[in-house]
């Protein structure tokens, strides 16, 4: 995919967490304005609001919604995640057609406190994965990837035949605990069950590519990849995933909680095997799809996310910031190479050099003791470019420093 069109190595989630990421990705707003966030803490997410008693918000304009304008039929399969009950179900707001799950959390339990997550065709809840779906507990074998991926297969075909724009919202969940994978792919990789999870969504994006080809109309579909946070790192091996050079994981405003894997392709339209370094989020797709079905943005509120179509296929850049939210809290801005943290999750310099509390397993290596006391107090400035790791802060006095403070006051202003 990448080959065939533009990869995005600077590219963001709006949240650390799924929830609040998917619903700035359908909204095109941050969380802090569309009001699906949650805090149990100064800066701390938690899912309990949206999981039992709310949804998102009926005031918000999600992208399928917006897309009904211009005669689009709209399909999400997979994890939901944006409110179970009746009122917050997506059909009620925009989607056409679901197959898939509320969410990856909701109960019943058993006694091992593995989840019995329902399974729903559209306002039928069809079964339940381990009852009705049938995953193995013991060795992770499912076929529900393979049963998503026909849902694609045949939405797109139907589409096709009729002749009707399309949205497909493909949310796969194969590599959130419980990790799962088809007979055909389990055993397959080196990295255990969480890798051939991964081995079976890339053959299945593969298709997907591939039947578009096939039904000649690849140069009319835009198709984006991307992630709703990094990976989680309080997981068991076999069931979490890596971010590579990234500091931390999901949970956090480190770049190994936000940075996400992106890949835009859409041949004949956007040049194969270009990397392109805007910074970019999730909120942006909103505006780019839009803007492709000749619709603008709402008037009546803030929109976050910028139109990526010059990038794609001129190969300009934007001059745009990076926020770093979690809960209702700013802790974070990129600008430029530069990266500001005014709150980590500790919030304290000894914890944050140690890795406690924000990143188990982790720590910030290579910091001398003068370095400690002179970085006592936020915000704690790094060069992404030179320190993707964010191991190596910068002072106020260093070479960048200031001028980086100057640029970030005058984002602000």
């Given at each position: 995919?990448?080959a065939?069109?533009?990869?995005?190595?600077?590219?963001?989630?709006?949240?650390?967490?799924?929830?609040?990421?998917?619903?700035a990705?359908?909204?095109?707003?941050?969380?802090?304005?569309?009001?699906?966030?949650?805090?149990?803490?100064?800066?701390?997410?938690?899912?309990?609001?949206?999981?039992?008693t709310?949804g998102?918000?009926?005031?918000?304009?999600?992208?399928p919604?917006?897309?009904?304008?211009a005669?689009?039929a709209?399909?999400?399969?997979?994890?939901?995640h944006?409110?179970?009950?009746?009122?917050?179900?997506?059909?009620?707001?925009?989607?056409?057609?679901?197959?898939?799950?509320?969410?990856c959390?909701?109960?019943?339990?058993?006694?091992?406190?593995?989840?019995?997550?329902?399974?729903?065709?559209?306002?039928e809840?069809?079964?339940r994965?381990?009852?009705?779906?049938?995953?193995?507990?013991?060795?992770?074998?499912?076929?529900?990837?393979?049963?998503?991926?026909?849902?694609a297969?045949?939405?797109?075909?139907?589409?096709?035949?009729?002749?009707?724009?399309?949205?497909?919202?493909?949310?796969?969940?194969?590599?959130h605990?419980?990790?799962?994978?088809?007979?055909?792919?389990l055993?397959?990789?080196q990295?255990?069950?969480?890798?051939?999870?991964?081995?079976?969504?890339?053959f299945?994006?593969?298709k997907?590519?591939?039947?578009?080809?096939n039904?000649?109309?690849?140069n009319k579909?835009?198709?984006f990849?991307?992630?709703d946070?990094?990976?989680?790192?309080?997981?068991?091996?076999?069931?979490?995933?890596?971010?590579?050079p990234?500091?931390?994981?999901?949970e956090?405003?480190?770049?190994?909680?936000?940075r996400?894997?992106?890949?835009?392709?859409?041949?004949?339209?956007?040049?194969?095997?270009?990397?392109?370094y805007?910074?970019?989020?999730v909120?942006?797709?909103?505006?780019t799809c839009?803007?492709?079905a000749?619709?603008?943005?709402p008037s009546?509120?803030?929109?976050?996310?910028i139109?990526?179509?010059?990038?794609?296929?001129?190969?300009?850049?934007?001059?745009?910031?990076?926020?770093?939210?979690?809960?209702?809290?700013?802790?974070?801005?990129?600008v430029?190479?530069?990266?500001?943290?005014?709150?980590?999750?500790?919030?304290?310099?000894?914890?944050f050099?140690?890795?406690?509390?924000?990143c188990?397993?982790?720590?910030?290596?290579?910091?001398?003791?003068?370095?400690?006391v002179?970085?006592?107090?936020?915000?704690?400035?790094?060069?992404?470019?030179?320190?993707p790791?964010?191991?190596?802060?910068?002072?106020?006095?260093?070479?960048?420093?200031?001028?980086?403070?100057?640029a970030?006051?005058?984002?602000?202003?």
């Amino acid at each position: 995919m990448a080959a065939e069109g533009m990869l995005f190595p600077s590219f963001y989630t709006a949240n650390p967490l799924c929830s609040p990421s998917r619903a700035a990705l359908l909204t095109g707003r941050l969380p802090i304005r569309n009001g699906f966030y949650t805090t149990n803490a100064h800066a701390r997410n938690a899912y309990t609001p949206q999981d039992v008693t709310g949804g998102i918000p009926d005031s918000e304009l999600l992208l399928p919604e917006l897309l009904k304008k211009a005669g689009y039929a709209n399909k999400i399969v997979g994890k939901w995640h944006l409110g179970h009950q009746p009122q917050f179900h997506p059909l009620r707001h925009g989607f056409d057609t679901w197959f898939g799950s509320p969410n990856c959390h909701f109960g019943p339990y058993d006694n091992k406190a593995t989840p019995n997550i329902p399974v729903y065709r559209n306002l039928e809840m069809i079964g339940r994965y381990y009852e009705d779906i049938q995953i193995d507990r013991k060795s992770g074998e499912a076929n529900l990837t393979q049963m998503y991926l026909q849902e694609a297969l045949d939405f797109i075909s139907s589409q096709q035949a009729s002749h009707q724009p399309f949205l497909l919202y493909w949310a796969i969940d194969a590599t959130h605990a419980p990790v799962y994978a088809s007979r055909e792919f389990l055993g397959t990789s080196q990295r255990g069950l969480y890798g051939d999870a991964v081995r079976e969504i890339d053959f299945s994006i593969g298709k997907i590519l591939r039947h578009l080809q096939n039904l000649g109309i690849s140069n009319k579909t835009f198709v984006f990849f991307t992630s709703d946070n990094g990976a989680a790192l309080i997981s068991a091996p076999e069931q979490g995933g890596s971010n590579g050079p990234f500091l931390c994981g999901k949970e956090t405003t480190f770049e190994g909680g936000m940075r996400e894997p992106a890949i835009a392709w859409w041949p004949g339209h956007i040049p194969a095997g270009k990397v392109s370094y805007q910074l970019a989020n999730v909120m942006d797709l909103f505006t780019t799809c839009l803007s492709l079905a000749g619709l603008q943005p709402p008037s009546d509120r803030q929109i976050d996310g910028i139109n990526l179509l010059p990038v794609l296929l001129q190969g300009r850049l934007i001059d745009r910031p990076i926020f770093y939210y979690r809960g209702n809290e700013m802790m974070a801005v990129r600008v430029g190479l530069y990266k500001a943290h005014y709150w980590t999750w500790s919030n304290s310099w000894e914890q944050f050099i140690q890795g406690i509390d924000f990143c188990p397993g982790q720590n910030v290596s290579g910091v001398t003791t003068h370095q400690q006391v002179e970085h006592s107090k936020l915000p704690l400035i790094f060069h992404l470019g030179k320190d993707p790791g964010e191991k190596y802060p910068i002072s106020f006095s260093q070479p960048g420093g200031a001028q980086f403070m100057t640029a970030l006051s005058q984002t602000f202003s």
